[in-house]
Protein backbone atom coordinates (compact mmCIF):
# COMPACT_ATOMS: atom_id res chain seq x y z
CA UNK A 1 0.00 0.00 0.00
CA UNK A 2 3.00 2.29 0.87
CA UNK A 3 4.59 1.75 -2.54
CA UNK A 4 1.49 2.13 -4.30
CA UNK A 5 1.37 5.58 -2.35
CA UNK A 6 4.62 6.81 -3.45
CA UNK A 7 4.97 5.43 -7.02
CA UNK A 8 1.23 5.99 -8.32
CA UNK A 9 0.01 8.18 -5.95
CA UNK A 10 -2.66 8.05 -3.06
CA UNK A 11 -6.08 8.00 -5.48
CA UNK A 12 -4.70 5.98 -8.20
CA UNK A 13 -6.89 2.84 -8.73
CA UNK A 14 -4.27 0.75 -7.97
CA UNK A 15 -3.51 2.15 -4.48
CA UNK A 16 -7.26 2.56 -3.84
CA UNK A 17 -7.50 -1.45 -4.38
CA UNK A 18 -4.78 -2.02 -2.30
CA UNK A 19 -6.09 -0.19 0.64
CA UNK A 20 -9.17 -1.98 0.34
CA UNK A 21 -7.34 -5.10 0.31
CA UNK A 22 -5.61 -3.87 3.41
CA UNK A 23 -9.07 -2.82 5.09
CA UNK A 24 -10.58 -6.59 4.59
CA UNK A 25 -7.64 -8.52 6.31
CA UNK A 26 -7.61 -6.02 9.58
CA UNK A 27 -11.87 -7.21 9.47
CA UNK A 28 -10.56 -10.73 8.92
CA UNK A 29 -8.53 -10.29 12.16
CA UNK A 30 -11.43 -8.58 13.59
CA UNK A 31 -9.37 -5.17 14.06
CA UNK A 32 -12.71 -3.42 12.93
CA UNK A 33 -11.73 0.02 14.45
CA UNK A 34 -8.50 0.07 12.03
CA UNK A 35 -11.16 -1.19 9.23
CA UNK A 36 -13.60 1.09 9.64
CA UNK A 37 -10.41 4.19 9.86
CA UNK A 38 -9.62 2.85 6.10
CA UNK A 39 -12.77 1.86 4.73
CA UNK A 40 -13.83 5.50 5.36
CA UNK A 41 -11.14 6.57 3.58
CA UNK A 42 -11.28 4.64 0.56
CA UNK A 43 -14.82 4.94 0.19
CA UNK A 44 -14.80 8.60 0.26
CA UNK A 45 -11.43 8.63 -1.99
CA UNK A 46 -13.48 6.09 -4.48
CA UNK A 47 -16.57 7.99 -4.34
CA UNK A 48 -14.44 11.53 -5.75
CA UNK A 49 -12.22 10.07 -7.60
CA UNK A 50 -14.59 6.72 -9.69
CA UNK A 51 -17.83 8.23 -9.22
CA UNK A 52 -20.33 7.11 -6.74
CA UNK A 53 -22.02 4.62 -9.18
CA UNK A 54 -18.76 2.68 -10.33
CA UNK A 55 -18.84 -0.82 -8.86
CA UNK A 56 -15.58 -0.40 -7.17
CA UNK A 57 -17.35 2.35 -5.52
CA UNK A 58 -20.34 0.36 -4.19
CA UNK A 59 -18.29 -2.75 -3.50
CA UNK A 60 -16.24 -0.65 -0.89
CA UNK A 61 -19.43 0.86 0.60
CA UNK A 62 -21.14 -2.75 0.98
CA UNK A 63 -17.47 -3.75 2.84
CA UNK A 64 -17.74 -0.72 4.87
CA UNK A 65 -21.55 -1.45 5.82
CA UNK A 66 -19.94 -5.18 6.78
CA UNK A 67 -17.53 -3.56 9.55
CA UNK A 68 -20.07 -1.57 10.60
CA UNK A 69 -22.10 -4.92 11.02
CA UNK A 70 -19.14 -6.56 12.71
CA UNK A 71 -19.57 -4.20 15.16
CA UNK A 72 -23.30 -4.56 15.64
CA UNK A 73 -24.13 -1.24 14.46
CA UNK A 74 -26.73 -2.04 12.51
CA UNK A 75 -28.32 1.38 11.97
CA UNK A 76 -24.90 2.26 10.26
CA UNK A 77 -25.10 -0.81 8.41
CA UNK A 78 -28.61 -0.08 7.44
CA UNK A 79 -27.84 3.07 6.34
CA UNK A 80 -25.29 2.14 3.99
CA UNK A 81 -26.79 -1.14 2.86
CA UNK A 82 -30.00 0.97 1.81
CA UNK A 83 -28.25 3.09 -0.34
CA UNK A 84 -26.01 0.69 -2.23
CA UNK A 85 -29.24 -1.54 -2.89
CA UNK A 86 -30.93 1.09 -5.11
CA UNK A 87 -28.11 2.34 -6.37
CA UNK A 88 -27.31 -1.12 -7.38
CA UNK A 89 -30.90 -1.66 -8.80
CA UNK A 90 -30.32 1.44 -10.74
CA UNK A 91 -27.09 1.27 -12.38
CA UNK A 92 -26.67 -2.83 -12.58
CA UNK A 93 -30.30 -3.97 -12.63
CA UNK A 94 -32.52 -5.63 -10.11
CA UNK A 95 -31.52 -8.96 -11.06
CA UNK A 96 -28.52 -8.91 -11.24
CA UNK A 97 -26.14 -11.09 -8.78
CA UNK A 98 -24.66 -8.01 -6.95
CA UNK A 99 -27.61 -6.49 -6.57
CA UNK A 100 -29.13 -9.49 -4.92
CA UNK A 101 -26.01 -9.82 -2.82
CA UNK A 102 -26.78 -6.20 -1.24
CA UNK A 103 -30.41 -7.34 -0.98
CA UNK A 104 -29.53 -10.43 1.36
CA UNK A 105 -27.25 -8.15 3.06
CA UNK A 106 -30.15 -5.92 3.93
CA UNK A 107 -31.79 -8.82 4.99
CA UNK A 108 -29.24 -9.59 7.49
CA UNK A 109 -29.07 -6.85 9.04
CA UNK A 110 -32.75 -6.37 8.99
CA UNK A 111 -32.81 -9.71 10.89
CA UNK A 112 -29.93 -8.72 13.66
CA UNK A 113 -32.25 -5.88 14.24
CA UNK A 114 -34.79 -8.69 15.35
CA UNK A 115 -37.09 -7.05 12.25
CA UNK A 116 -37.28 -10.50 11.23
CA UNK A 117 -40.63 -10.01 8.85
CA UNK A 118 -38.73 -7.76 7.15
CA UNK A 119 -35.99 -9.73 6.29
CA UNK A 120 -38.01 -12.60 5.59
CA UNK A 121 -39.97 -10.47 2.85
CA UNK A 122 -36.64 -9.14 1.43
CA UNK A 123 -35.17 -13.11 1.60
CA UNK A 124 -38.06 -14.80 0.25
CA UNK A 125 -37.66 -12.30 -3.14
CA UNK A 126 -33.91 -12.55 -3.02
CA UNK A 127 -34.14 -16.48 -3.21
CA UNK A 128 -37.32 -16.77 -5.94
CA UNK A 129 -34.72 -14.00 -8.01
CA UNK A 130 -31.87 -16.27 -7.65
CA UNK A 131 -33.69 -19.28 -8.80
CA UNK A 132 -35.13 -17.97 -11.62
CA UNK A 133 -31.51 -15.90 -12.87
CA UNK A 134 -28.74 -18.09 -11.56
CA UNK A 135 -30.52 -21.84 -11.33
CA UNK A 136 -31.82 -23.75 -8.34
CA UNK A 137 -28.39 -25.01 -7.38
CA UNK A 138 -26.29 -22.11 -8.28
CA UNK A 139 -23.77 -21.55 -4.89
CA UNK A 140 -25.63 -17.89 -4.53
CA UNK A 141 -28.90 -19.90 -4.71
CA UNK A 142 -27.82 -21.84 -2.11
CA UNK A 143 -26.99 -19.18 -0.15
CA UNK A 144 -29.77 -16.84 -0.35
CA UNK A 145 -32.17 -20.40 0.66
CA UNK A 146 -29.69 -21.04 4.02
CA UNK A 147 -30.54 -17.39 4.81
CA UNK A 148 -34.34 -17.39 4.77
CA UNK A 149 -33.90 -20.51 6.68
CA UNK A 150 -31.95 -18.72 9.72
CA UNK A 151 -34.86 -15.80 9.59
CA UNK A 152 -37.52 -18.93 9.69
CA UNK A 153 -34.61 -20.31 12.68
CA UNK A 154 -34.58 -16.89 14.52
CA UNK A 155 -38.86 -16.80 14.23
CA UNK A 156 -38.40 -20.11 16.24
CA UNK A 157 -40.41 -21.79 13.10
CA UNK A 158 -38.08 -24.62 13.20
CA UNK A 159 -40.49 -26.86 10.88
CA UNK A 160 -39.95 -24.31 8.33
CA UNK A 161 -36.43 -23.61 8.69
CA UNK A 162 -36.03 -27.67 8.76
CA UNK A 163 -37.31 -27.98 5.40
CA UNK A 164 -34.92 -25.54 3.59
CA UNK A 165 -32.06 -27.02 5.08
CA UNK A 166 -32.70 -30.29 4.06
CA UNK A 167 -32.88 -29.58 0.59
CA UNK A 168 -29.97 -26.98 0.74
CA UNK A 169 -27.81 -29.68 2.98
CA UNK A 170 -28.35 -32.15 -0.16
CA UNK A 171 -27.83 -30.36 -2.86
CA UNK A 172 -24.66 -28.62 -1.50
CA UNK A 173 -23.97 -32.21 -0.80
CA UNK A 174 -24.04 -33.09 -4.49
CA UNK A 175 -23.04 -29.68 -6.25
CA UNK A 176 -20.47 -28.92 -3.68
CA UNK A 177 -19.13 -32.53 -2.49
CA UNK A 178 -19.81 -33.63 0.66
CA UNK A 179 -16.69 -32.02 2.13
CA UNK A 180 -17.30 -28.68 0.64
CA UNK A 181 -16.98 -25.95 3.87
CA UNK A 182 -20.42 -24.41 2.55
CA UNK A 183 -21.59 -27.75 3.00
CA UNK A 184 -20.42 -28.74 6.31
CA UNK A 185 -21.60 -25.42 7.66
CA UNK A 186 -25.30 -26.33 6.03
CA UNK A 187 -25.01 -29.69 8.01
CA UNK A 188 -24.74 -27.80 11.21
CA UNK A 189 -27.12 -25.55 10.76
CA UNK A 190 -29.67 -28.52 10.27
CA UNK A 191 -28.04 -29.89 13.69
CA UNK A 192 -28.77 -27.15 15.49
CA UNK A 193 -32.55 -26.99 14.21
CA UNK A 194 -32.29 -30.41 15.42
CA UNK A 195 -31.28 -29.04 19.01
CA UNK A 196 -34.25 -26.57 19.30
CA UNK A 197 -36.60 -29.35 18.56
CA UNK A 198 -35.27 -31.41 21.29
CA UNK A 199 -33.83 -33.82 18.93
CA UNK A 200 -30.60 -33.77 20.12
CA UNK A 201 -29.23 -37.41 19.00
CA UNK A 202 -30.08 -36.60 15.60
CA UNK A 203 -27.79 -33.25 15.95
CA UNK A 204 -25.67 -35.11 18.15
CA UNK A 205 -24.95 -37.54 14.97
CA UNK A 206 -24.57 -34.48 12.41
CA UNK A 207 -22.21 -32.31 14.39
CA UNK A 208 -19.71 -35.04 15.27
CA UNK A 209 -19.51 -35.93 11.63
CA UNK A 210 -19.18 -32.31 10.82
CA UNK A 211 -16.41 -31.93 13.50
CA UNK A 212 -14.54 -34.97 12.18
CA UNK A 213 -14.74 -33.93 8.36
CA UNK A 214 -13.61 -30.49 9.55
CA UNK A 215 -10.76 -31.85 11.24
CA UNK A 216 -9.74 -33.88 8.39
CA UNK A 217 -10.32 -30.88 5.48
CA UNK A 218 -10.06 -27.83 7.16
CA UNK A 219 -7.22 -28.78 10.09
CA UNK A 220 -7.87 -29.27 14.04
CA UNK A 221 -7.03 -25.52 14.09
CA UNK A 222 -9.23 -23.89 11.35
CA UNK A 223 -11.65 -21.64 13.33
CA UNK A 224 -14.75 -23.57 10.92
CA UNK A 225 -13.32 -26.59 13.03
CA UNK A 226 -13.38 -24.99 16.43
CA UNK A 227 -17.01 -23.19 16.02
CA UNK A 228 -17.85 -27.60 15.02
CA UNK A 229 -16.43 -28.46 18.13
CA UNK A 230 -18.20 -25.91 20.18
CA UNK A 231 -21.70 -27.13 18.77
CA UNK A 232 -21.22 -30.32 19.94
CA UNK A 233 -20.95 -29.12 23.17
CA UNK A 234 -24.17 -26.84 23.09
CA UNK A 235 -25.35 -30.39 22.13
CA UNK A 236 -24.03 -32.24 25.17
CA UNK A 237 -25.22 -29.19 26.78
CA UNK A 238 -29.02 -29.79 26.25
CA UNK A 239 -28.43 -33.49 27.00
CA UNK A 240 -26.78 -32.54 30.58
CA UNK A 241 -23.81 -34.06 29.84
CA UNK A 242 -21.17 -31.32 31.21
CA UNK A 243 -18.22 -32.88 31.66
CA UNK A 244 -18.71 -33.75 27.70
CA UNK A 245 -19.41 -30.33 26.94
CA UNK A 246 -16.68 -28.79 29.62
CA UNK A 247 -13.82 -30.79 27.84
CA UNK A 248 -14.81 -29.72 24.33
CA UNK A 249 -15.01 -25.94 25.28
CA UNK A 250 -11.79 -25.59 27.25
CA UNK A 251 -9.78 -27.68 24.16
CA UNK A 252 -11.66 -24.74 21.82
CA UNK A 253 -11.11 -21.83 24.06
CA UNK A 254 -7.31 -22.90 24.80
CA UNK A 255 -6.80 -23.38 21.14
CA UNK A 256 -8.63 -20.17 19.90
CA UNK A 257 -6.48 -18.41 22.43
CA UNK A 258 -3.19 -19.78 20.63
CA UNK A 259 -4.56 -19.44 17.14
CA UNK A 260 -6.98 -16.68 16.76
CA UNK A 261 -5.17 -14.32 20.24
CA UNK A 262 -6.77 -13.53 23.46
CA UNK A 263 -8.83 -10.89 22.28
CA UNK A 264 -10.60 -12.52 18.36
CA UNK A 265 -13.90 -12.35 18.63
CA UNK A 266 -14.20 -15.98 18.42
CA UNK A 267 -11.83 -16.30 21.38
CA UNK A 268 -14.30 -14.32 23.48
CA UNK A 269 -17.29 -16.85 22.84
CA UNK A 270 -15.44 -19.74 23.71
CA UNK A 271 -15.00 -18.24 26.74
CA UNK A 272 -18.50 -17.40 26.69
CA UNK A 273 -19.11 -20.69 26.39
CA UNK A 274 -17.48 -22.28 28.72
CA UNK A 275 -18.62 -19.84 31.33
CA UNK A 276 -22.66 -20.62 30.54
CA UNK A 277 -21.57 -24.56 30.60
CA UNK A 278 -20.52 -23.55 34.25
CA UNK A 279 -23.37 -21.11 34.86
CA UNK A 280 -25.65 -24.56 33.99
CA UNK A 281 -24.14 -26.74 36.57
CA UNK A 282 -24.65 -24.24 39.18
CA UNK A 283 -21.07 -23.53 39.80
CA UNK A 284 -21.41 -19.66 39.74
CA UNK A 285 -18.55 -18.39 40.77
CA UNK A 286 -16.31 -20.72 38.28
CA UNK A 287 -18.82 -18.73 35.93
CA UNK A 288 -18.26 -15.47 37.40
CA UNK A 289 -14.32 -15.12 36.83
CA UNK A 290 -14.37 -15.89 32.77
CA UNK A 291 -17.60 -13.77 32.88
CA UNK A 292 -16.13 -10.56 34.03
CA UNK A 293 -13.07 -11.02 31.92
CA UNK A 294 -14.65 -11.07 28.58
CA UNK A 295 -17.15 -8.51 29.45
CA UNK A 296 -14.29 -6.16 30.67
CA UNK A 297 -12.58 -7.35 27.16
CA UNK A 298 -15.36 -6.59 25.59
CA UNK A 299 -15.84 -3.74 26.20
CA UNK A 300 -12.36 -2.82 25.45
CA UNK A 301 -12.28 -4.49 21.76
CA UNK A 302 -15.99 -4.56 20.63
CA UNK A 303 -16.89 -1.73 21.91
CA UNK A 304 -19.36 -0.77 25.11
CA UNK A 305 -22.29 -1.14 22.99
CA UNK A 306 -21.82 -3.86 20.86
CA UNK A 307 -24.75 -6.53 21.04
CA UNK A 308 -21.97 -9.18 22.00
CA UNK A 309 -20.78 -7.06 24.81
CA UNK A 310 -24.67 -6.25 26.01
CA UNK A 311 -25.05 -10.09 25.76
CA UNK A 312 -22.18 -10.62 28.23
CA UNK A 313 -22.88 -7.87 30.89
CA UNK A 314 -26.43 -9.73 30.51
CA UNK A 315 -24.81 -12.91 31.28
CA UNK A 316 -22.88 -11.28 34.43
CA UNK A 317 -25.77 -9.96 35.63
CA UNK A 318 -27.58 -13.48 36.10
CA UNK A 319 -24.82 -14.72 37.86
CA UNK A 320 -25.25 -12.14 40.13
CA UNK A 321 -28.29 -12.79 40.69
CA UNK A 322 -28.02 -16.42 41.20
CA UNK A 323 -24.98 -15.79 43.70
CA UNK A 324 -28.19 -13.23 45.72
CA UNK A 325 -26.24 -10.51 45.13
CA UNK A 326 -29.34 -8.69 44.31
CA UNK A 327 -27.64 -4.88 43.82
CA UNK A 328 -24.77 -6.14 41.90
CA UNK A 329 -27.32 -8.03 39.62
CA UNK A 330 -29.71 -4.81 39.10
CA UNK A 331 -26.97 -2.01 38.52
CA UNK A 332 -25.59 -3.99 35.46
CA UNK A 333 -29.58 -5.10 34.56
CA UNK A 334 -30.76 -1.24 34.58
CA UNK A 335 -27.70 -0.21 32.45
CA UNK A 336 -27.94 -2.66 29.75
CA UNK A 337 -32.06 -2.23 29.14
CA UNK A 338 -30.89 1.05 28.65
CA UNK A 339 -28.10 0.51 26.41
CA UNK A 340 -30.32 -2.03 24.48
CA UNK A 341 -33.06 0.27 24.13
CA UNK A 342 -31.04 2.46 22.77
CA UNK A 343 -28.58 0.62 20.43
CA UNK A 344 -31.09 -2.39 19.52
CA UNK A 345 -34.52 -0.49 20.25
CA UNK A 346 -37.36 -0.84 22.31
CA UNK A 347 -39.16 -3.58 20.82
CA UNK A 348 -36.46 -5.79 19.85
CA UNK A 349 -36.43 -9.27 21.41
CA UNK A 350 -32.88 -9.09 23.48
CA UNK A 351 -34.35 -5.50 24.84
CA UNK A 352 -37.40 -7.22 26.07
CA UNK A 353 -35.79 -10.42 27.55
CA UNK A 354 -33.49 -8.01 29.49
CA UNK A 355 -36.27 -6.47 30.44
CA UNK A 356 -38.10 -9.65 31.66
CA UNK A 357 -35.19 -10.69 33.19
CA UNK A 358 -35.26 -7.85 35.64
CA UNK A 359 -38.66 -7.63 36.40
CA UNK A 360 -38.34 -11.54 37.40
CA UNK A 361 -35.61 -10.48 39.47
CA UNK A 362 -37.80 -7.82 41.25
CA UNK A 363 -40.44 -10.65 41.67
CA UNK A 364 -38.41 -13.22 43.59
CA UNK A 365 -36.73 -10.46 46.01
CA UNK A 366 -40.67 -9.75 46.57
Known amino acids: METSKRVLGEEHPDTLTSIANLT ?8 WNDAEALGVVVVETSKRVLGEEHP ?9 ASTYWD ?13 VMETSKHVLGEEHPDTLTRIGNLASTYSNQGRWNDAEVLQVAVMETSKRVLGEEHPSTLGSINNLALTY ?28 PDTLTRINNLALTYLNQGCWNDAESLQVAVM ?27 QGRWNNAEALLVAV ?16 MSISNLALTYW ?8 EVPQVAVMETS ?3 LGEEHPSTLTRITNLALTYWRQGRWNDAEALLVAVIETSKRVLGEEHPFTLMRITNLALMYQNQG
Open 71 to 83: QGRWNDAEALEVA
Open 56 to 64: DTLTRITNL
Open 24 to 31: STYQNQGR
Open 153 to 180: WNQGRWNDAEALEVAVMETSKRVLGEEH
Open 280 to 287: NQGRWNNA
Open 299 to 301: KRV
Open 212 to 238: ETSKRVLGEEHPDTLTSIANLASTYHY
Open 253 to 268: METSKRVLGEEHPDTL
